[in-house]
């Protein structure tokens, strides 16, 4: 879980690595996604 946002998983696409997030509010907005996906890079960053 990011955050308080919304549950990060991770998956396999093709034989690869990936961040699943699970979006179950019908109300979620471009803005939110957006707000995951920089809060996922910062996160990425960190570790790197």
């Given at each position: 879980m990011?955050?308080?946002m919304l549950p990060i998983?991770?998956?396999s696409d093709r034989?690869?690595?990936a961040?699943?997030?699970c979006f179950a509010?019908?109300?979620t907005s471009d803005e939110d996604v957006d707000a995951v996906v920089q809060?996922?890079?910062a996160?990425?960053?960190e570790v790197q």
């Open positions: 990011i955050g308080d998983e991770n998956a034989g690869k690595f961040l699943r997030a509010n019908h109300r809060e996922v890079l996160a990425a960053a």
